[in-house]
Nanobody, 119 residues
Framework: QVQLVESGGGLVQAGGSLRLSCVAS????????MGWFRQVPGKQRELVAL???????NVADSVKGRFTISRDNAKNTVYLQMNSLKTEDTAVYSC?????????????WGKGTQVTVSS
């Protein structure tokens, strides 16, 4: 099992910044990717940003130019720097971790951290 601990969420005014962190621990073998999804009540969870162990990134169009994803492979940690936050960025942000195991690529989810952007 892999455990994910997120931190950095909170309340911020529009235009402000927050930095999310997620640390993976436990039975980590061969990490494939780490990243962030977000969800608001009544809507589907959506990808925010993903980064592979090789450094390739996939960033949602809605946050491009404002959010930056990075990772520290040695620390099994992924970061999401969120700048120029908008009220529509308000959501629960969940960390996602994918690794290759005997049965294939397995994904793990964090519990989520609330990000609230006020106008």
């Amino acid at each position: 099992q892999v455990q994910l601990v997120e931190s950095g969420g909170g309340l911020v005014q529009a235009g402000g910044s927050l930095r999310l962190s997620c640390v993976a621990s436990g039975r980590i073998f061969r990490t494939y990717a780490m990243g962030w999804f977000r969800q608001v009540p009544g809507k589907q969870r959506e990808l925010v940003a993903l980064i592979t162990s090789g450094g390739d990134t996939n960033v949602a169009d809605s946050v491009k130019g404002r959010f930056t994803i990075s990772r520290d492979n040695a620390k099994n940690t992924v970061y999401l720097q969120m700048n120029s936050l908008k009220t529509e960025d308000t959501a629960v942000y969940s960390c996602y971790f994918v690794q290759t195991e005997r049965s294939g690529r397995i994904g793990y989810w964090g519990k989520g951290t609330q990000v609230t952007v006020s106008s």
